[in-house]
């Protein structure tokens, strides 16, 4: 794994937690800090088509919510991902934080996020991505990099903005709303099973898997909720924190 001068002591913690996902969440949040680690963010996301083939890319976690079980992430919904995970609504994620020895493993159920919290992060993000947004067909086939500045500079060109596509002047000022695309917008894991991971020396690394424990209501699912609640709503507190069984693992 990562070269070290001197012996890395972090184990999990003993007994393990009750709520893996909030151990994770610290875990995130610690990244952030660190200077010395890159899109702390940034994670491994894995679905599969409807035979069972396999893909995986890096995406930008959004939200770990212990307190409702989620992962929240964004993406094109007509882009490979988002068509695997419409016909087949299951996916693993990784996060590995070299800098920290850590990694986070985690798999489940995924469902859509609703419009309103949709439009609520979209309008977070900065005025280049929301034309990009518009401008890319993600994961379809394009003639040349140029093709693809072209449809940048088009869509800047359509919604009002003076701005000529990847590697040209950059407006100083940009007050126009760029609404989003129908076809983008984000999705929630519900967490089913998670591990936790601290490397070791001389590979003897503390490994932990949590396997969720359900109750007889099941979670609401994405689309039903408020469209008052918004951006806020995708890590909005379910009635009751999930249960988890926890078992710990050889390396």
């Known amino acids: 794994m990562s070269p070290r001068t001197e012996p890395w002591t972090e184990t999990l913690p003993d007994p393990l937690p009750a709520d893996p996902l909030e151990l994770a969440s610290q875990w995130l949040a610690q990244a952030r800090l660190d200077a010395a680690q890159p899109n702390p963010n940034a994670m491994v996301l894995a679905t599969a088509d409807e035979s069972g083939q396999p893909s995986a890319r890096v995406v930008l976690c959004k939200d770990i919510a212990p307190q409702s079980g989620h992962i929240v992430f964004y993406t094109n919904y007509q882009s490979r991902k988002g068509r ?63 093709d693809l500045g072209e449809s940048v500079a088009a869509t800047a060109k359509r919604f009002g903005i003076a701005y000529g596509g990847p590697g040209t002047q950059e407006p100083t000022d940009v007050a126009i709303e760029v609404p989003r695309p129908p076809y983008w917008g984000g999705f929630r894991l519900d967490v089913e099973a998670i591990e936790l991971w601290v490397e070791g020396e001389f590979r003897i690394h503390d490994r932990a898997r949590w ?41």
């Open 84 to 146: 695997e995970l419409r016909k087949n609504p299951r996916a693993a994620i990784v996060f590995h934080w070299d800098y920290r020895h850590r990694q986070v493993r985690a798999e489940g159920r995924v469902e859509p996020l609703d419009d309103a919290q949709n439009d609520a992060y979209f309008r977070t993000r900065p005025w280049q991505s929301r034309i990009g947004a518009w401008a890319s067909r993600q994961s379809e086939p394009v003639a040349s990099r140029s």
């Open 211 to 251: 396997t969720r424990q359900r109750s007889a209501a099941p979670p609401q699912p994405a689309a039903a909720v408020a469209p008052a609640a918004a951006l806020a709503a995708a890590s909005a507190p379910a009635p009751a924190a999930p249960r988890w069984a926890a078992t710990r693992l050889q390396p």
